[in-house]
C-alpha cells in the first residue's frame, strides 16, 4: 500500500470536504478489504462467532496502523479526517467490524502514540501496526461507566513494579487483546489516577469474554481481571496523575470513530432498503412508488448527509486541537463538536435501521438481510464511549457554563 502523505487540516471557514488522491488511494484499499471481507462477516455473523479473518484482511491492507506514525512499524500517517473516511466506509460492514478498530487504533494505539514515552511507543506501536498485537482500553468497570472517576481498581508501589487490583466490565477486544491501557488510583485514595501499559501475559492478569450480547456477535467484548497484578514500573504511561485527562483524550477519539462507523451505517442501510424497494412488488407496483416507503428513504437519505457534516467538521476539529495541543478553548470546541457527532450519527444509524427494517418487512426480521443486525448492533452506540444523556449534557453545558454541570 502506498504510504499516506501527512496533511494538514482543511480550511473550517470552507468545510471542504473534497477528497484528495491521497485519501482516494487509502479509500480504494479500505473498499477492497471491506468487499474481501464482507462473505466472511456474513458467515461468522450468521454463525454467532467472533471473526477472527478481520485482523488479517486488514493487516493486507495496511490500515491497522492508519492514523499512526510511519516511525511506528506500519503506521500510515494518515490525518484524522482520512482516518474517519476510512471508518466511515468499514461501518458499512458492520458496528462489529468497527469496533474492533475502534477498540485496538482509536482508543489503544491512539493513545499510546499521544501520551506514551518514545521508548513505550518504539516497544508497543509496531507491533500493533502489524497486527501481532492487539490492543485494548481499560476504563470501564461493573460500577464505573458514565462516571470513570468512581473507578475502583488501584495501584500501589511496590519495589520496581506497581501492584493493581481490580477488574474491568464490557472492554472492546477484552478478552482477545495482548496489550491494554489500564487506568486505575492510588491505593486507598479517590485523585491522582494513572494510566499503565499491561501486557497480557503479565502475573496477575487475567481475561474472559462477555457472551449473550444484544448484537455485535462478531466482535469480542470481555473482562479483565487484575490480582495483584505485577505491572513494571517502567509501564507507567504519561504524567504521574494524569490518568483521568489521559481516559478523556482517548474517550475523544473513540467517540469521533463511533460517529464516523455510524455514518457507514446509514449507507448500508439506504443501499439495502433501496435495493429492496425497487424489487418488491405490493398492491401492484413496486413499494418504492408508495409515498410513506418514500418517505423513509427521504428521511434516511437527510440524516445522512446532516451526520456527514457534523462528523467531518468534529474531524477536522480534532485534526486541529491535535496540532495545536496548548489552545485548551480549541481542545473544548471539538469535544462538544465530537459529542454532538457522536449523539446524532448513532441515534441517526439506529434510525437508519429502524427504517430500513420496517421497509423490508418480514424480511428484515430476518438476520440473512443487513438492516436487522445494524438494528441491534447499533444500539450500542448509544451507550459505549459515552451514553446519549452524557453527550447531550455536554453539548448543554458548553452554551450554560461549567457551572451548570450536573455532576458537580
Known amino acids: 500500500m502506498k504510504t499516506v502523505i501527512d496533511s494538514g487540516f482543511a480550511d473550517l471557514s470552507h468545510m471542504n470536504?473534497?477528497?484528495?488522491?491521497?485519501?482516494?488511494?487509502?479509500?480504494?484499499?479500505?473498499?477492497?478489504?471491506?468487499?474481501?471481507?464482507r462473505p466472511l462477516e456474513d458467515e461468522a455473523y450468521l454463525s454467532g462467532?467472533?471473526?477472527?479473518?478481520?485482523?488479517?484482511?486488514?493487516?493486507?491492507?495496511?490500515?491497522l496502523g492508519l492514523p499512526i506514525s510511519r516511525r511506528y512499524g506500519e503506521g500510515q500517517g494518515a490525518d484524522v479526517l482520512t482516518y474517519a473516511l476510512a471508518l466511515e466506509r468499514i461501518g458499512q460492514e458492520g458496528t462489529g467490524v468497527r469496533t474492533f478498530l475502534s477498540g485496538h487504533v482509536s482508543l489503544g494505539q491512539v493513545t499510546v502514540q499521544k501520551w506514551a514515552s518514545e521508548e513505550q511507543k518504539q516497544r508497543y506501536l509496531p507491533p500493533a501496526t502489524r497486527g501481532e498485537k492487539v490492543m485494548c482500553f481499560g476504563l470501564t468497570e461493573p460500577t464505573a461507566g458514565s462516571d470513570p472517576a468512581s473507578l475502583r481498581t488501584t495501584f500501589e508501589e511496590k519495589g520496581n513494579n506497581f501492584i493493581l487490583n481490580g477488574s474491568k466490565a464490557w472492554i472492546s477486544n477484552g478478552s482477545i487483546a495482548n496489550v491494554a491501557v489500564i487506568f486505575a488510583y492510588?491505593?486507598?485514595?479517590?485523585?491522582?489516577?494513572?494510566?499503565?501499559?499491561?501486557?497480557?501475559?503479565?502475573?496477575?492478569?487475567?481475561?474472559?469474554?462477555q457472551?449473550?450480547?444484544?448484537?455485535?456477535?462478531?466482535?469480542?467484548?470481555?473482562?479483565?481481571?487484575?490480582?495483584?497484578c505485577k505491572v513494571p514500573r517502567e509501564n507507567l504511561m504519561g504524567p504521574a496523575g494524569k490518568g483521568l485527562s489521559i481516559a478523556y483524550s482517548g474517550l475523544m477519539s473513540g467517540r469521533l470513530s463511533v460517529a464516523a462507523g455510524c455514518l457507514g451505517v446509514i449507507e448500508d442501510c439506504i443501499n439495502e432498503a433501496v435495493a429492496f424497494s425497487k424489487q418488491r412488488i405490493q398492491h401492484g407496483k413496486p413499494i418504492a412508488k408508495h409515498q410513506l416507503v418514500q418517505r423513509?428513504?427521504?428521511?434516511?437519505?437527510?440524516?445522512?448527509?446532516?451526520?456527514?457534516?457534523?462528523?467531518?467538521?468534529?474531524?477536522?476539529?480534532?485534526?486541529?486541537?491535535?496540532?495545536?495541543?496548548?489552545?485548551?478553548?480549541?481542545?473544548?470546541?471539538?469535544?462538544?463538536?465530537?459529542?454532538?457527532?457522536k449523539y446524532f450519527a448513532s441515534n441517526a444509524s439506529f434510525d437508519a435501521a429502524d427504517r430500513a427494517v420496517q421497509i423490508l418487512g418480514s424480511s428484515g426480521y430476518s438476520f440473512e438481510t443487513r438492516a436487522p443486525r445494524h438494528l441491534?448492533?447499533?444500539?450500542?452506540?448509544?451507550?459505549?464511549?459515552?451514553?446519549d444523556e452524557i453527550m447531550v449534557q455536554k453539548i448543554a453545558v458548553s452554551l450554560l457554563g461549567t457551572e451548570y454541570e450536573a455532576y458537580r
Open 17 to 37: 470536504f473534497d477528497v484528495s488522491d491521497e485519501q482516494r488511494f487509502v479509500l480504494d484499499e479500505v473498499d477492497r478489504a471491506c468487499r474481501e471481507l
Open 49 to 63: 462467532k467472533f471473526n477472527d479473518r478481520l485482523a488479517p484482511i486488514f493487516r493486507k491492507a495496511q490500515l
Open 186 to 209: 492510588p491505593k486507598g485514595k479517590r485523585e491522582g489516577m494513572c494510566a499503565f501499559i499491561v501486557e497480557k501475559n503479565f502475573e496477575g492478569y487475567s481475561s474472559q469474554q
Open 211 to 228: 457472551k449473550h450480547k444484544l448484537g455485535m456477535p462478531t466482535s469480542d467484548t470481555g473482562s479483565i481481571f487484575l490480582d495483584n
Open 296 to 341: 423513509h428513504i427521504g428521511e434516511m437519505s437527510t440524516n445522512l448527509e446532516a451526520a456527514k457534516n457534523i462528523v467531518y467538521k468534529a474531524a477536522l476539529l480534532k485534526q486541529k486541537s491535535d496540532s495545536d495541543p496548548e489552545d485548551k478553548d480549541l481542545r473544548d470546541y471539538a469535544d462538544v463538536m465530537i459529542a454532538k457527532a
Open 376 to 387: 441491534v448492533d447499533t444500539r450500542v452506540c448509544r451507550i459505549y464511549e459515552g451514553t
